[in-house]
């Protein structure tokens, strides 16, 4: 599966913005879905991940309740809409996918889309 991230972009403290994850070559439903981000200087960390049907979901603790990731297996994409964005949560975003396991996890993700930059001004 090819993944595509876009919806990336500059924002000020308190804004919002919503990525999207175009899936191609295979259907997304086969997939449990993931968001990842990487700051400059830091190692790539854990956003949220979403089960195949869309009915289970998890985050990382410094962005529940700020962020929601949704699936549209219709339309193959995957979403993360990021609300009360802070300056910390600047990154390259990244969305990947896995294969085999049906359950929300926050490893072994085999596939991975380019990358989309978000930048929070204070």
């Known amino acids: 599966v090819q993944l595509q991230a876009s919806g990336g972009g500059m924002v000020q403290a308190g804004g919002s913005l919503r990525l999207s994850c175009a899936a191609s070559?295979?259907?997304?439903?086969?997939?449990?879905m993931g968001w990842f981000r990487q700051a400059p200087g830091k190692d790539r960390q854990f956003v949220a991940a979403v089960n195949r049907g869309g009915g289970s979901t998890s985050y990382a603790d410094s962005v529940k309740g700020r962020f929601t990731i949704s699936r549209d297996n219709a339309k193959n994409t995957v979403y993360l809409h990021m609300n009360s964005l802070k300056p910390e949560d600047t990154a390259v975003y990244y969305c990947?996918?896995?294969?085999?396991?049906?359950?929300?996890?926050?490893?072994?993700?085999?596939?991975w889309g380019q990358g989309t930059l978000v930048t929070v001004s204070s």
């Open positions: 990947a996918a896995r294969s085999v396991v049906s359950v929300v996890t926050s490893t072994g993700y085999d596939y």
């Open positions: 070559g295979r259907t997304l439903s086969s997939y449990v």
